[in-house]
């Protein structure tokens, strides 16, 4: 069986209610964090978890929705590992080395502090980071951690990632339009998380800046589409934009529907969906 609680269901625009856009994924003893958006440690503490029992940290891409929160996902790993301390696994598309790098440098004062304070925290904190862009992703563990590309220009490059587990397997796509590399990844999966927005809620609303957001970003039909093209069971709805009040998304579902005929899952922060056994 493998678990996916959704942490955040918000996008860029801040909502009193919904988390920036984060995933969690758990199989077995193994916990995986795809993004990390706003309010993602709250959440990830909400479902149980703290961000020292992470196995990795999974970067779709480097919007600033879904990767605000990650200094603070490295800082608390860091200062709430109270054994030896072993190295955050960040993995995600190549920039990923670079964005990690600029995050440590920010936080240089407060890792200053910390080891000046501390006589038990002597070295800054520890991290691989492993740039993918296709394949399998090198990890010990029971879960294997596939990526393919996908296809969210002009932001570029752009991950989904694959968690097989026994004889399940669930897709994570992030942002995206419909594309290859993610029906690649889909093929054989039971579960899929996608995000999608309204289009046609969005292409009516008069400010272009909103309206822009349409091109690099699958539509509720288009992530229905993609689910059904590659035989998923379960459909997870994310990245709400516009979001609806809680417990308000049957529209959605309905949308959904009429595109895709298996189960259609969607809701609040910490809707919490098992696929398989
Ligand atoms: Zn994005
Ligand atoms: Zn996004």
């Not at 990690?100 to 890792?111: C, E, K, P």
């Not at 290859?180 to 889909?186: Q, V």
């Not at 529209?251 to 809707?271: N, P, R, T, V, Y």
Request: aromatic share 6%.
């Amino acid at each position: 069986m493998i678990a996916i609680t959704l942490l955040g269901t918000g996008t860029p625009i801040p909502d009193p209610n919904r988390a920036g856009p984060a995933t969690l994924i758990q199989a077995g003893e193994e916990n995986y964090l795809v993004d990390a958006g706003r309010g993602v440690l709250m959440r990830l503490a909400a479902a149980g978890c703290g961000a020292n029992m992470l196995d990795a940290v999974l970067i779709t891409h480097l919007h600033s929705d879904h990767i605000t929160d990650l200094n603070d996902v490295i800082t608390s790993a860091w200062v709430t590992t109270f054994s030896e301390q072993k190295p955050l696994q960040i993995v995600g598309p190549p920039g990923i080395k670079e964005a990690v790098d600029r995050l440590l440098h920010f936080l240089s004062s407060d890792i200053g502090y910390r080891i000046a304070h501390h006589a038990d925290l002597n070295d800054p904190p520890a991290v691989n980071v492993i740039e993918i862009e296709s394949g399998v992703v090198e990890f010990e563990g029971d879960v294997k951690i596939s990526t393919e590309p996908t296809d969210h220009r002009p932001v570029d490059p752009t991950i989904a990632f694959r968690f097989d587990y026994q004889n399940d397997a669930v897709v994570v796509a992030g942002d995206t339009i419909p594309c290859a590399g993610l029906d690649k990844l889909c093929t054989g999966a039971q579960g899929l998380v996608h995000t999608a927005i309204r289009k046609d809620v969005i292409e009516n609303i008069p400010i272009q800046r909103l309206q822009d957001v349409c091109d690099y970003h699958s539509s509720v039909e288009e992530a229905s589409q993609t689910a059904e093209r590659a035989e998923i069971n379960t459909l997870v709805l994310t990245h709400y934009v516009p979001a609806f009040p809680s417990g308000q998304g049957d529209e959605w579902k309905e949308i959904a529907s009429q595109h895709f005929s298996g189960e259609i899952e969607l809701g609040d922060d910490l809707h919490r969906v098992e696929i398989g056994e």
